[in-house]
């Protein structure tokens, strides 16, 4: 009998932790499933829900219905729409701004300005626009990859300030709004979460955070990206069919996170609620590859201390940038913009690991934590 963390580890642990093994390095390993990465998450999915005996009516209706009602599958349909029909006249409108302006400023403000409008907007429309604006710049292919993955690290981190950006705020602001109650250790617990609760707790340091990845990509691809001719990335020769089989596609990974969580939902409870928030941070980094939403969902209880809370949230949001199946603008990007997992892991992985890391000094070693008061 094996231990661990004083948990008796049983044969579908095991299995739960060689399907994550399998998610985190198959993309990068075997090509069949970087090819085809929806497919290839829906199937670990599948073994996941199976090992854990978790299927259910309501799983598979939660799985198949959930991409729709959360919004995501219609956003990304009809902005693709709108979009493909108002691509000229926004071609012609970035032209002219990359006429008239410097490209490290063009690629500083449009990182800022959807970094911050997502949480407003939706990281998903923010990811749309993200993807029509790379396309018309005259970057190289791997300066147009760099570009797209640090405008999602501050697309992934702006969404969390209003309900509206993504579906962790909306969980987290979910499980907090309670009235807080008296906990056995004579502390009261967080609750009243109301509009503004997530922007006033991580407004400071998240804003910051969004601003540091403008002026990152200012310098690290402005400064040194070699124009080119601009030419679209992606398959956009397949029209109105290419505009709704990238929708399918969004469902199905989208489909695909959710089983996962709900296979996973094993460990996460069994193991990783169980750290210390100091740890649990690091620890978080398994949202670059499983639904940062759901993690939320097993992780963010009203007992917790706002350290706690605020120090997972700060994990979950960073790490999702990582890697592709982190967060919703990273799927939508890529798979609009045909960006390989391997494409992505080259700057997405160490930038996260350097965010992390900055992160980890300001909330932990240093204890700064700053309220907006609102």
Do not use: H
Not at 71 to 77: D, W
Not at 102 to 119: A, E, H, P, Y
Request: positive net charge; glycine residues 10%.
């Amino acid at each position: 009998m094996v231990m661990f963390a004083g948990e008796t580890v049983t044969s579908v642990d095991i299995g739960l932790f060689l399907i994550f093994l399998m998610v985190l390095l198959a993309p990068f390993k075997v090509k069949l499933a970087e090819k085809n990465l929806e497919a290839f998450l829906f199937l670990m999915g599948v073994f996941a829900v199976t090992i854990t005996q978790k299927w259910a009516m309501d799983l598979v209706l939660l799985a198949a219905e959930e991409p729709i009602k959360k919004g995501i599958v219609p956003a990304v349909l009809v902005a693709g729409l709108l979009f493909f029909y108002g691509q000229k006249p926004f071609k012609a409108f970035m032209s002219g701004i990359v006429k008239k302006m410097n490209l490290g400023v063009i690629i500083f403000i449009t990182t800022l300005v959807l970094g911050l409008i997502c949480s407003v907007i939706t990281a998903i429309i923010s990811a749309l626009f993200l993807c029509e604006i790379a396309n018309t710049l005259p970057l190289e292919r791997k300066d147009k990859i760099n570009y797209v993955v640090i405008a999602c690290f501050a697309i992934g981190l702006g969404a969390v300030l209003t309900p509206l950006g993504e579906p962790l705020s909306t969980i987290a602001i979910t499980k907090l709004q309670k009235a807080p109650v008296l906990l056995p250790n004579g502390m009261m617990s967080v609750g009243n979460a109301g509009f503004w609760f997530l922007m006033d707790q991580l407004g400071i340091l998240i804003i910051l955070g969004v601003i540091g990845c403008a002026i990152f990509s200012m310098f690290y691809i402005g400064k040194k990206a070699t124009k080119a001719e601009v030419m679209s990335m992606g398959e956009e020769s397949g029209g109105i069919r290419e505009v709704i089989m990238r929708t399918i596609k969004v469902y199905v990974f989208v489909a695909a996170l959710f089983l996962l969580g709900a296979g996973m939902e094993v460990i996460i409870f069994k193991y990783f609620t169980k750290i210390p928030d100091y740890v649990l941070f690091w620890v978080n980094m398994i949202s670059a590859i499983l639904d940062n939403a759901t993690l939320t969902a097993a992780e963010i209880d009203p007992s917790m201390s706002q350290r706690q809370i605020n120090a997972a949230l700060y994990g979950l949001l960073i790490s999702g940038g990582m890697l592709i199946p982190g967060n919703i603008p990273n799927i939508i990007s890529a798979g609009k913009l045909g960006i390989t997992s391997s494409e992505w892991a080259k700057l997405g992985v160490p930038l996260g690991l350097v965010i992390n890391a900055i992160y980890f000094v300001i909330v932990f070693v240093m204890g700064i934590n700053p309220s907006l008061g609102l």
